[in-house]
Every structure is written in structure tokens, then in C-alpha cells.
């Protein structure tokens, strides 16, 4: 009798803690899925972003690549043309200088002056440094055109916009919801210590009274009173 008595409280005490514990764990597992679920949720959040990131990375970089395509072509075209107006305008000023003196000197001599004589030099000097002069001027004219043409490309590639965003990095969050095999074991631990203590308890309630009653029935036999 005191055996099955300890063994009812026992079973008692564990299947409480179990049920206690089976609750607790279905708790901490619906914690834990909101928490997955969170997770997933901001990850997506993440990816989406960083989509959206590159795909506007990618359309300016295209703009930029088409602004330096376009920059480098036209100051190719225009380099193209001013040189070859330049080696035109050269080429026609040195035939058009080389008739001007030959028409100088022809007229000197026909003037009956010497060509060796000073005054004959002197007045190809003068239109030899003329000639040159107007070359320089077309040299220096030509060099600012092309320095404006690699100066408009230059403010053409300044225009670019190098301001790429940078991708959103995903941070893990950290779970902190009890494990649910964890809390099973634990309740089970628990529910067997508890159940062990009471089936003792139990077990030692029941010799007593036991013992009492037997004491009882022998002293009512003999006819003695029995006092507690």
C-alpha cells in the first residue's frame, strides 16, 4: 500500500511538470518561428535594397561611360578638323609667302637694285619676319583652339557622377528564445526529482499511518487504549 501510494503521488508530480513543460516548450518554439520568420523577413528587406542599389549603380555608371564616350569623341572630331584646317591654312600661307617675296625680289631688280645690296635685304628681311610673325600668330591661334577642345572635354568628364551607394550589409539578429528539447529535458529532469521527492514523502506518510493502525488494532486485541 505505501509502495503504490508513493508511485500515484510520483506519477502525479512528473506528468504535472511534463504538461508544464510540453506548454513552456510549444511557447518558446512559437518564439523562436516568429523570430525565424523576422529574420527571413528583414533579409529579403536587405536583398531588395541592395537590388535596388545596384541597378541604380549600373545606370549611372552607364551615364557616366556614355558621357566620357561622348566627351572623348568630340574632342577627337574637333582635334581632327582644326588640324588639318591649320596644315590647309599653312600650307596655302607659305605658297602665298613664297610668291610675295618672289615678286618682292623681282620688283627690287627691276628697279635696278642689287639683291646683295643692303637696301634689298632689308626689305626681304622685313617680309620674311612678316611672314613669320603670321605664322606664329597661326601657331598660336591653332594651339588655344586645341586647348579649348581638350578643355571642354575635360568639363564634359567633370560632369560624371561618381557617387556609386554602397550595399546595405545584413545583421544577423541574435535569438534569444529558450530552446524547446532544452525545456522538455528540464521539465522531465524536474518532474522525476519532484515526483521522487513526493512518492518519498508519500511513501513515508503511509508507513506512518500504517504503523499506527497496526499499533491500534494490537493495543484494541490486548484491550489497552492506544494513545497517540
Known amino acids: 500500500m505505501p509502495m503504490m501510494m508513493a508511485s500515484v ?35 529579403m528587406d536587405t536583398q531588395i535594397k541592395n537590388r535596388e542599389i545596384a541597378k541604380q549603380n549600373a545606370l549611372r555608371w552607364q551615364q557616366n561611360n556614355n558621357i566620357a564616350t561622348a566627351a572623348n569623341q568630340a574632342r577627337a572630331e574637333e582635334e581632327f578638323w582644326l588640324r588639318y584646317n591649320y596644315d590647309n591654312e ?19 631688280t627691276g628697279k635696278g637694285i642689287n639683291l646683295s645690296s643692303q637696301t634689298a635685304k632689308q626689305l626681304l628681311r622685313q617680309s620674311l619676319n612678316m611672314n613669320k610673325e603670321a605664322m606664329v600668330n597661326k601657331r598660336i591661334s591653332f ?32 535569438d534569444t528564445s529558450p530552446d524547446p528539447g532544452s525545456i522538455m ?33 494490537q493495543a484494541n486485541w490486548q484491550g489497552v487504549p492506544y494513545r497517540i
Open 185 to 217: 529535458q528540464g521539465a522531465m529532469m524536474q518532474g522525476l526529482v519532484a515526483g521522487a521527492a513526493a512518492g518519498f514523502g508519500g511513501y513515508q506518510s503511509a508507513s506512518l499511518q500504517n504503523t499506527q493502525t497496526q499499533y491500534m488494532e
Open 90 to 108: 599653312t600650307g596655302a600661307f607659305s605658297r602665298q609667302a613664297k610668291q610675295a617675296n618672289d615678286q618682292l625680289a623681282s620688283a627690287i
Open 9 to 43: 503521488m510520483g506519477g502525479s508530480q512528473l506528468f504535472g511538470s511534463l504538461m508544464q513543460g510540453r506548454a513552456s516548450a510549444a511557447q518558446a518554439a512559437a518564439q523562436k518561428q516568429q523570430f525565424e520568420w523576422a529574420e527571413f523577413t528583414r533579409r
Open 143 to 174: 594651339g588655344n583652339r586645341m586647348l579649348s577642345a581638350e578643355r571642354k572635354q575635360a568639363n564634359a568628364l567633370a560632369s560624371r557622377n561618381f557617387g556609386y551607394n554602397a550595399h546595405v550589409a545584413f545583421m544577423p539578429g541574435v
